[in-house]
């Protein structure tokens, strides 16, 4: 097998732009796949012409099937081709082969005959096989390509048509699942005539890390007027949005861009990136400096999609179809793109449409349309498709457009649905934590709600997909229950109890119930009411005896409800609940206002007068015997970065910090006009990755742009030596307020008897803020009645000469390296 990747970044310039015209709707990575499929159908060309065409056969990446920049190959170019052979082998395995693949064999000459032999897909590989060559997926290709009417375990192989391969996108999914999709797509109106525009993203920035962050990092440092939840991708599930990171938004309430403003907070904190900002570049290559955006601006930004609040966003890429309802006040990244419905639009409108989308008929239309992006790749380069339902696919508004709606759309059910998850949304444990001091009752009561939510939901949504089947006229009889629906668990569904027998019987794994918690049912459960076991039960039946409806009852079409532990729900509100508590003022500020670093003890000690933060602190631990010290090491350690480069990065990332520092500094120069046409253009530092980071709790904080999202400051090696623990500072003090917090603290250690020497990397700390004090605190303080940046700088000398370095040499301090045994290096 060819271990020729199916997709290279092209960087050249030439064949980019040559590239562009061919295929206009390819963005970002170009896939390499249509023009090496093009070449090798022109090497098996005849030149003499006195001779047929050669073969061509070739195993590559299948998402020119479904993606749209194979439109062009497959109608255009494939169509007049002499195809005899299209092999489904995304559920091989296939070392080297990372990425779902097709074998297609051929000649380049006019089409000869009716019909295209098709090997079509019905499950992948259960496991990974000893022998490659012996799997179970290759050996049934292998076994059965010679025959045309076999349906198999893993693959179905028929003769197709020759214009059922003529037209974009292919379907090569067995199990009559070729047919379900010509019977859903049969005389109905596409989702298409009902929008105001066509589906696609509403924004996105170019650079996340500058502009997205938690909570509370973005609040603090940017304000809250500029500042909203965003909607990604990963957070749009089971018909709500969870939690995730918020961003620096810098549109008004009409989606304008903000005015610039020196004034304001998130001006200081977007400033060190402006050049990178500048430079982001998009799909086309174009910077955003080049297209005119303002360098603080998103680098997309479709105000028209934030006109009107109602929106329904979806999960770009899934292993299911996730749709929810936002109803405004957040902003959405290019991987949770929006479906706008014309203004006039009630919110039943919206809702009707959320509920057919959300169905399994919706699931199993979209993954027949969509590219399948496989699931984990394992050590050999193999793409494992062990369950069907773990892999993601990437639903395009393209393909989302041409879905087909039924007559009537089920909004009870759909209006149903969105007030259950909004209920949903109000009892998790975070939920519990916003609203006042949260408890062990207060949550316990919180998880039987949840849990009684929940299971009313997966219930709901069940009569949901079988009133959808009966709207497609897959069914005639009702198959939905008509009283309130009883609660049902993971694991009591009708295609999950006939999966659970699969499995009893040895004919089926368990990874279904392992993966979802939950437990393989084989009866009906006993304690539903009578006329819903028979409902059930009819269910089965169906299933059993109609291949239609057998397809669409899978895993791979049935909504998953995976989400975290309720344990790990409370651990993240509980955590979350305490650091919010512990970044109050009086924490970090005396009581004259000046800031104020502290040790772990210390800070204890002020700890142990709130009752309530310690009643949350013995909630979180577990532990009521255990010291609050102790607790709060716990809590507090991954949460502050070091206040000096040097201590966080290794010396790569410190390589970088240079370039960065001598951006700062062009970047000074220019807004005090003075840089000279020498020095343009100024240029975009490197990125930081993980490995240039001496801690992956300080990576996962800063990120690729060295943005401080953190809560706390640490202060390294700076403790008494009557007190071990940690000595933290508060994240949210300005750079003036980080130098005088520093300043206290090397006067404290000077008190106890610290030696100059010691005294030199909190000096070089003093060093590396100056320039940024002289930037933003260059005017009279009104609290201290001096100019703050005059009087740091003379801290500064007076320090630096009372260790005996310079400034350069302050910058220039390195920790010293561990020594293992070894004498340690000399530091400057």
């Known amino acids: 097998m060819s271990r020729e990747p199916p997709y290279i970044t092209v960087k050249d310039k030439t064949l980019n732009a040559a590239y562009r015209e061919l295929y206009p709707t390819c963005k970002g990575t170009y896939a390499l796949t249509v023009p090496f499929m093009e070449r090798f159908f022109d090497l098996a060309k005849r030149r003499d012409g006195d001779h047929p065409a050669g073969w061509t056969g070739q195993i590559t990446s299948n998402s020119f099937m479904k993606r749209e920049f194979g439109s062009r190959l497959i109608e255009e170019f494939l169509a007049k081709q002499d195809l005899r052979l299209v092999v489904d082998t995304s559920g091989a ?34 496991g990974q096989p000893a022998d490659p060559a012996e799997g179970l997926v290759w050996t049934e ?79 603090r440092d940017c304000g809250d007027e500029v500042v909203r939840p965003v909607i990604t991708g990963d957070v749009v599930r089971d018909w709500r949005v969870g939690s995730g990171d918020w961003a620096f938004t810098p549109y008004d309430t009409s989606a304008k861009l903000i005015a610039l403003n020196a004034e304001a907070p998130w001006y200081r904190r977007q400033w060190p990136q402006r050049i990178t900002l500048g430079g982001v570049t998009g799909f086309d290559g174009e910077t955003k400096e080049a297209a005119g955006v303002a360098w603080w601006g998103w680098y997309r930004w479709v105000a028209e999609r934030y006109a009107t609040p109602l929106t329904i966003t979806f999960a770009f890429v899934a292993t299911h179809n996730h749709f929810v309802l936002d109803r405004g006040g957040k902003v959405f990244k290019q991987s949770a793109p929006v479906i706008k419905l014309p203004a006039e639009a009630t919110e039943d409108d919206h809702l009707a449409l959320l509920g057919i989308l959300n169905s399994s008929t919706a699931c199993f239309w979209l993954k027949q349309n969509s590219h399948n992006k496989g699931s984990t790749v394992d050590t050999k380069g193999a793409r494992q498709t062990q369950v069907a339902w773990e892999n993601f696919y990437e639903f395009t508004g393209t393909t989302l457009q041409d879905f087909p709606l039924t007559a009537t759309l089920p909004l009870a059910r759909g209006r149903l649905m969105d007030s259950l998850a909004q209920d949903l949304a109000a009892v998790p444990p975070g939920a519990v934590a916003e609203a006042g001091v949260p408890t062990a009752a207060a949550l316990a009561q919180a998880h039987e709600e949840y849990t009684s939510l929940r299971g009313r939901m997966i219930a709901e949504q069940e009569e949901l997909d079988w009133e959808v089947y009966r ?30 027998r699969k499995v009893a019987a040895g004919d089926e794994e368990t990874a279904w119930f392992t993966r979802h918690g939950s437990t393989p049912v084989t009866q009906i459960p006993a304690h539903w009411p009578t006329d819903y076991r028979d409902l059930v039960q009819r269910r089965l039946d169906l299933i059993a005896s109609d291949k239609s409806i057998r397809l669409l009852e899978t895993p791979e079409h049935k909504r998953r409800w995976a989400s975290e532990s309720w344990e790990k729900q409370v651990d993240t509100a509980l955590r979350s609940w305490l650091l919010d508590r512990l970044e109050q003022r009086h924490y970090w500020f005396d009581q004259n206002g000046r800031p104020t670093p502290t040790s772990i003890g210390r800070l204890a000690d002020v700890v142990t007068r709130d009752a309530d933060l310690v009643s949350v602190l013995e909630l979180w631990s577990g532990r009521r015997d255990q010291s609050v010290a102790t607790s709060l090491a716990a809590l507090l350690t991954d949460e502050a970065v070091p206040f000096l480069a040097a201590h966080r990065l290794k010396d790569t990332g410190l390589r970088k910090r240079e370039a960065w520092e001598h951006t700062w500094d062009l970047q000074r120069k220019e807004d005090a006009g003075i840089l000279t046409d020498d020095e343009r253009p100024i240029p975009v530092p490197p990125k930081y990755t993980s490995a240039d980071f001496r801690k992956a709790s300080w990576w996962q904080a800063r990120g690729k742009l060295d943005v401080p999202k953190e809560r706390f400051v640490l202060y390294p090696g700076a403790g008494r030596e009557t007190d071990p623990t940690l000595v933290l500072g508060w994240a949210g003090w300005d750079h003036a307020q980080q130098f005088l917090a520093l300043a206290t603290l090397i006067a404290e250690r000077e008190t106890e008897g610290w030696e100059d020497e010691r005294l030199v990397p909190l000096v070089a700390g003093l060093a590396e803020l100056m320039p940024w004090v002289r930037q933003w605190h260059d005017e009279v303080d009104p609290t201290y009645g001096v100019n703050m940046a005059d009087f740091c700088e003379e801290q500064l000398r007076d320090r630096a000469a009372q260790v005996g370095k310079t400034v ?13 045994g070894r004498r340690p290096r000399a530091t400057p």
């Open 808 to 820: 350069d040499q302050l910058r220039a301090w390195r920790p010293a390296a561990p020594t293992r």
């Open 141 to 219: 290709i292998v076994e059965n390509v010679e025959r045309s009417d076999v349906d198999g375990t893993y693959v179905s192989v028929t003769d197709l048509p020759r214009e059922a391969l003529a037209t974009h996108p292919w379907s090569l999914t067995g199990g009559g699942a070729a047919a379900l999709v010509d019977r859903l797509n049969a005389e109905r109106g596409r989702l298409a005539h009902r929008l105001h525009r066509k589906i696609g993203f509403a924004s996105f920035p170019g650079a996340d890390d500058a502009y997205f962050g938690p909570r509370h990092a973005v609040r």
């Open 93 to 126: 395995y296939i070392p080297g082969h990372g990425t779902p693949t097709v074998i297609i064999a051929g000649r380049p000459q006019a089409p000869v005959g009716p019909t295209v032999r098709a090997v079509l897909g019905v499950r992948g590989e259960p």
């Open 471 to 500: 709207l497609y006229g897959l069914i005639d009889d009702g198959l939905t229950y008509q009283r309130e629906v009883p609660e049902v668990a993971l694991g009591e569904r009708a295609f999950e109890i006939v999966l659970a």
